[in-house]
């Protein structure tokens, strides 16, 4: 039986081609889902990918929380289902408190689209497991409200816990705190972080390197041997 | 106020009505009377105006554009070509390729966030109205000088639109111009691209057609925003077309710019893509300038019967709008389909999933007029083809400026050149550093170039390049281009410089050019030294089309870009579209495998006439634009696909304004590799310019390629220009991390890098 990763679309979603892409080319079967839906149909992990779901109109991710999918999501999440939150879909685990914090409109208040290195600093979660803590990789980082902050006690607990996953290397893009790029929450199921891995899985397009498909096949191996 | 319907004006015939003050022109108002046969209403007046101002009627233009399909080369691509809202190209297995040029020029100045951002829905919308998926976008982009203080207010916002929009939309944007000139300081131009993709039996049509058959209209409401828009981007002057819009005596003022929003926009493309995956509809057309009078007027005469509609169904922002103002309101973000009835419940189903407000206004009739009713009340009439179609042509006339003589004899060869190593290596830090030559990157990061995960080339390489088949490796390339300076000095052969960069920068990636689209920015009509140099301009696009084999598929025109008396440098923008069978064969600028040899195809000979070089070190425009050979450039682009198919070259770069020294420059910077290079001698075949360093690193010579060759197929590829006539002159080898000018000067990577890159951000912040 194959492992089935779930790919949510909001309306306003970009990313979820992508996506859906990255999960067949690890080797697992990509599944679409849909805001309304009111089922995740036996998926064994969920994508929230990129974009500007609801145009990010009132706050990036604010609207999309209350969809019907993330209800059943967020109540997968607290069981233990892995969920990986990209960009628009960190923006969402953090306005669904699966993850703490919130984002920012970058620190020079432009939209930004570059090569980003970050390092991974937490190899333990469910999507980060194929990788090595220290790892320095390079993916696309693009967004305009990208500026990782919280008070500094969660800071400190996130740090002492081993729970900041990524950070950025060489330059900090968008005046992230400690130069965060992204979280796990305790358990190390549900991931989120700014830069898109999806777009970082075949040597031909994007950047050219495949440096962000280990996220996927991280969770394929940690299903299987689960 | 009393409604103005038909029967009304036939009953009082010497109602004086404001036609003046919506731009039409004594005969022309004559004109809409005999046509009639009486006064028109206030609806008629309103859908007659803005269908017969420049923008939408091309009424100054068409003599001249009909050229494109007179002299139209033969080519078995062209599945749908110009007049439809893009022009459409078989670009094999099964595939079709649909891509456009537009210019949102005027509104960028006034509002240069919502213009911008504006200019790009607008021309996704064109494309997705031909059945395609939009699959990347473009901007080529001309500002006033980049120290300008207003440079600073329109320049951060036109970009701030582009990504602002674009970005939600999820298109990658993959390539374009940025350009500064203090010719367009009161009058920047903001052009945009878009390409599409789709089966050819996608292609859709607008026209309407079927008795019986329902038009719906869907999308975004209606709103005052955008009324006379296109009276105010075709009249002399903002002012006078902004009074007008208000107009009916109401005293709130709405903004002539339309607003955006991507997020609409974004629901509209999956709505209407998953409305042609289903065949739901007969006809389709997109709601851009003059809205719905456009629209309908279109579809009604471009298909078989007549048209009924509703306008009070319309679904409104502001329920106080006049029936005038909603059939000229360009609000954004919406499309007219026409949909047999029994898929009418469909199409609503699948509008209702996206979110999409979608209203029956009307419907096709067996007549040939369109009708339009306001509650019941018959307010429009009309012969749709003389509003859509049939609308007033003028032969403007035209002179070549007396002034062109005493430009073209003040030759940019007299200027002071660098004599020593040093003065050379100053003069290349002072052209890279120029706004113009260094580094777009803090325009273009602010785009987004992943989303849709197919982008296999963008900015800065010479042409965007996107995948749009993952199992055959299918994909397409682009590349805009134009230059004001050379079309300023011989708008003729400026035209074709355009085109042949483009054509060229297409064959640099290894893919085929097939055709083409343009969006001419030129003066005032009314001027027949502008006029002269749009005529030029034309008839040298379509001779350059016929001798290189692209056809025009499509474009715009854009005229009054002037202040006052000055107007704009003749800027026609010219993009290529190439295929490429496989995009694993794609060739990148960058210089990255050390010991590879860097050739130098084609002839350099003395040409500085328009030179970035002459620009940046004397602020000098004169002389005459390089010579253009359009054979040779056909050559070059053979060689450049054969040696990219082969694997015979591994890095290539088009040589335009910068010459060689700038394309050695980036394509170093990219590659992060330097480059020994020899100056060649005059005993070798590169041209006349041979053996002088100055002129062989800064002559704009077109027809011109610099190729790194692996040197395992130098002798292959030698061999094979050999053969074809191309001269290949081997100029150095990819080495260290300098660019070293044998006997002349060295400059490290890292000072070029900081040079190059920091200059815009040094000027933008």
Not at chain 2, 313 to 323: E, G, I, K, N
Request: charged residues 20%; contains cysteine.
């Amino acid at each position: 039986m194959s492992t089935r990763i779930g790919v949510v679309t909001f309306p306003g979603t970009l990313d979820d081609r992508d996506a859906l892409r990255a999960v067949r080319i690890a080797g697992a079967e990509p599944v679409s889902l849909w805001h309304r839906d009111k089922s995740l149909k036996q998926v064994d992990a969920v994508v929230l990918p990129g974009g500007f779901s609801y145009g990010d109109y009132l706050r990036a991710g604010a609207i999309s929380r209350f969809s019907p999918i993330m209800e059943l999501i967020i109540a997968g999440a607290k069981e233990g289902l892995p969920v990986l939150g990209i960009c628009n879909g960190f923006q969402v685990l953090t306005e669904s408190h699966l993850l703490p914090g919130a984002m920012l409109r970058n620190n020079h208040l432009h939209f930004i689209c570059r090569d980003q290195k970050l390092r991974v600093e937490n190899a333990n979660t469910a999507w980060t497991c194929d990788y090595t803590a220290g790892d320095e990789i390079s993916i696309p980082l693009k967004n305009i409200d990208g500026r990782y902050t919280a008070d500094e006690r969660t800071l400190d607990q996130l740090e002492a816990e081993g729970r900041v996953a990524f950070r950025y290397v060489g330059m900090n893009p968008n005046g992230s705190l400690r130069d965060i790029a992204g979280i796990t929450n305790e358990a190390g199921n549900v991931v989120g972080l700014m830069p898109h891995p999806e777009h970082a899985v075949e040597p031909l397009v994007g950047t050219g390197r495949t440096d962000g498909l280990g996220f996927f096949t991280s969770i394929l191996k940690r299903l299987i041997s689960a | 106020m009393t409604l103005d319907t038909v029967k009304h004006a036939e009953q009082t015939p010497d109602t004086p009505l404001p036609w003046a003050e919506l731009g039409l022109k004594p005969d022309e108002y004559e004109r809409i009377v005999e046509i009639l046969g009486r006064r028109p209403t206030g609806a008629e007046l309103a859908m007659y105006s803005v269908m017969w101002s420049e923008h939408c009627s091309y009424k100054s233009s068409k003599v001249h554009l009909k050229q494109f399909g007179e002299k139209a080369p033969q080519s078995d691509a062209m599945l749908v070509g110009i007049g439809e809202n893009a022009g459409v190209v078989d670009v094999g297995q099964g595939y079709a390729v649909t891509f456009k040029v537009e210019s949102h020029n005027h509104p960028s100045y006034v509002e240069p966030y919502q213009g911008a951002a504006t200019g790009v829905g607008g021309i996704v919308r064109d494309i997705l109205a031909m059945g395609a998926r939009p699959v990347a976008v473009m901007d080529p982009l001309r500002f006033g000088a980049a120290d300008h203080p207003d440079t600073k207010r329109v320049l951060p916002g036109v970009v701030a639109g582009i990504g602002g929009y674009g970005n939600c939309l999820g298109l990658p944007n993959i390539g374009g111009e940025v350009v500064f000139d203090s010719c367009y300081q009161g009058n920047p131009l903001v052009n945009a691209l878009c390409v599409g993709v789709m089966k050819h039996e996608d292609i859709h049509l607008a026209k309407a057609s079927g008795t019986g058959n329902k038009v719906i209209l869907y999308g975004a409401r209606t709103g005052g925003d955008g009324i006379g828009g296109v009276s105010v981007l075709a009249s002399e002057t903002f002012e006078a077309a902004g009074d007008s819009a208000s107009g009916r005596g109401k005293t709130a003022k709405r903004p002539a710019v339309q607003v955006g929003d991507p997020f609409q926009e974004k629901l509209l493309i999956e709505c209407t893509l998953e409305i042609f995956r289903e065949k739901l509809v007969v006809g389709i057309q997109d709601l851009g300038g003059a809205g719905l009078s456009c629209a309908t007027s279109e579809l009604a005469s471009a298909g078989s019967g007549g048209m009924r509609v509703e306008l009070d169904t319309v679904p409104l922002r502001d329920a106080t709008l006049s029936p005038e103002e909603i059939l000229m309101s360009e609000s954004q973000e919406r499309m007219c389909a026409v949909v047999e009835p029994q898929h009418v419940n469909r199409f609503m189903e699948i509008c209702e999933k996206w979110d999409v407000i979608a209203t029956v206004i009307g419907e096709v009739t067996d007549g040939d007029r369109l009708e339009i009713f306001w509650h019941g009340e018959q307010i429009v009439d009309v012969p749709p083809r003389t509003v859509a179609h049939e609308g007033p042509v003028y032969q403007r006339p035209y002179a070549r400026p007396e002034w062109q003589d005493t430009l073209q004899a003040d030759d940019a060869a007299k200027l002071p050149r660098p004599a020593s190593g040093d003065e050379l290596r100053a003069a290349v830090l002072r052209l890279i550093g120029s706004p113009n030559q260094a580094s777009k990157a803090w325009v273009t990061d602010q785009y987004d170039r992943f989303v849709l995960g197919n982008t296999v080339l963008s900015q800065p390489e010479d042409a965007g390049l996107i995948r749009i088949d993952e199992e055959s490796g299918l994909g397409v390339a682009v590349a805009t281009d134009g230059n004001g300076r050379y079309a300023k000095l011989d708008p003729y052969t400026g035209a074709q410089l355009a085109l042949a960069e483009a054509y060229r920068n297409v064959a640099a990636t290894g893919a085929r050019p097939l055709a083409v689209t343009d969006c001419l920015n030129f003066g005032s009509p009314e001027d027949p030294s502008a006029m002269w140099q749009f005529a030029e301009a034309c008839r040298g696009l379509a001779d350059g089309c016929l001798a290189l084999g692209t056809p025009v598929t499509g474009g715009n025109v854009s005229f009054y870009n002037q202040t006052g008396d000055v107007a704009i440098h003749p800027t026609p923008v010219v993009g290529v579209l190439g295929v490429i069978d496989d995009v694993t064969r794609r060739t990148p600028i960058a210089f990255a495998e050390e010991g590879q040899l860097i050739y130098l195809l084609g002839e350099t000979r003395e040409e500085f006439g328009g030179s970035a070089w002459s620009q940046v070190e004397h602020d000098h425009l004169g002389g005459l634009p390089p010579a253009v050979d359009l054979e040779r450039e056909k050559l070059l682009a053979e060689i450049l696909i054969a040696g990219s198919r082969d694997g015979m070259i591994d890095a290539a770069h088009d040589l335009s304004d910068g010459g060689l020294v700038q394309a050695l420059v980036e394509s170093c910077l990219k590659g992060g590799k330097g480059a020994r290079i020899v100056i060649p001698d005059t005993a070798s075949d590169s041209g006349s310019a041979a053996g002088d360093p100055f002129v062989t690193l800064f002559s704009e010579s077109a027809g011109r390629a610099v190729v790194a060759v692996p040197r395992s197929e130098e002798l292959r590829f030698t061999d094979m220009c050999g053969a074809r006539g191309l001269p290949a002159t081997r100029i150095g080898v990819i080495d260290g991390d300098a660019l070293a000018v044998q006997g002349e000067f060295t400059i490290p990577l890292d000072e070029l890098r900081e040079v190059f890159e920091g200059a815009l951000p040094a000027l933008l912040g």
